[in-house]
């Protein structure tokens, strides 16, 4: 794992969206793993006008994480509905290319083992983007998530709920419960990238990089993985431990030169 701290949230935003771009150029067919939440409406705004100059995302397929459970494409707080406001819309990529499982399935199991199947039919993510939660939840793989969890249907906790029910009106309407990637999906990723911003998230993402593993805090999980990068702002870097180390190896690891 490396962790990069950038002094601000635009600054580790642009980090971000660069790399990703950088993906995008080098193989235009990528396969991309997807977040949502606030953290990623900055990357996708940042990638909409990388498109308007140029970028171009024609052949690219994508993979959503997570989808609540019961919410239909059309629904204004259905993760469908927050990809083609923020992303789809904005740039050239094929919709048929673009997947989130279906909340509305009828059968929801049958519907996670195709997820998976497809997922696989498509050569496996190449990159995935991700955030933290406040219970260090990665999709939503909530404390307790086995780390080799596949794709399911999970209840969410208490504290995803007060997380995200402002953004529903009224809050209690959000669903209890959704289908996410499970981690052991998420570590299949060839590459991981994991933007965190803000200082609510100083605390989780301290025992999330520095803390042992443990299926508690499923982004320690991240930890096993071979090539993951853990972009962080300042704020979020507060409780870090290690941090000059990290920004020693960010100054003077050769492949991040270009980025300084
Ligand atoms: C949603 C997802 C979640 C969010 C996390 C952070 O698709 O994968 O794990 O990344 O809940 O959300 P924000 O950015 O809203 O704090």
Redesign the pocket.
């Known amino acids: 794992m490396e962790v990069i701290i950038r002094p601000t949230t635009e600054a580790a935003t642009e980090l971000t969206a660069q790399l990703i771009a950088e993906k995008v150029k080098q193989k235009p067919s990528l396969c991309l793993g997807?977040?949502?939440?606030?953290?990623?409406e900055k990357v996708y705004d940042k990638l909409a006008n990388k498109h308007q100059e140029g970028l171009d995302f024609s052949l690219i397929r994508t993979y959503?994480?997570?989808e609540y459970i019961g919410l239909s494409p059309e629904n204004p707080n259905s993760?469908r509905h927050y990809m083609n406001e923020n992303l789809f819309n904005k740039i050239n990529v094929d919709q048929h290319n673009t997947h989130l499982p279906l909340g509305m399935a009828e059968d929801l199991d049958k519907e996670c083992k195709l997820y998976e199947q497809s997922i696989k039919d498509n050569g496996g993510i190449d990159l995935q983007l991700?955030?933290?939660?406040?219970s260090g939840?990665?999709?939503?793989n909530e404390p307790l998530s086995a780390l080799r969890s596949r794709t399911r249907d999970k209840a969410l906790t208490p504290i995803?709920v007060a997380?995200?029910s402002p953004l529903f009106d009224p809050p209690e309407s959000m669903p209890k419960r959704a289908l996410?990637m499970g981690v052991g999906t998420i570590l299949e990723a060839e590459q991981i990238i994991m933007l965190v911003t803000?200082k609510?998230?100083a605390d989780i993402l301290a025992k999330a990089v520095e803390g042992p593993i443990t299926s508690m805090i499923s982004a320690t999980a991240l930890q096993l993985h071979a090539n993951c990068t853990v972009i962080v702002d300042e704020a979020a870097a507060a409780n870090l431990q290690c941090s000059d180390y990290y920004k020693w190896i960010f100054d003077n690891e050769p492949k991040w030169k270009p980025y300084h």
């Open positions: 997807l977040a949502t939440g606030c953290t990623m959503n994480l997570d993760y991700l955030g933290i939660g406040r939840h990665i999709g939503f995803t997380q995200n996410t803000g609510a998230k």
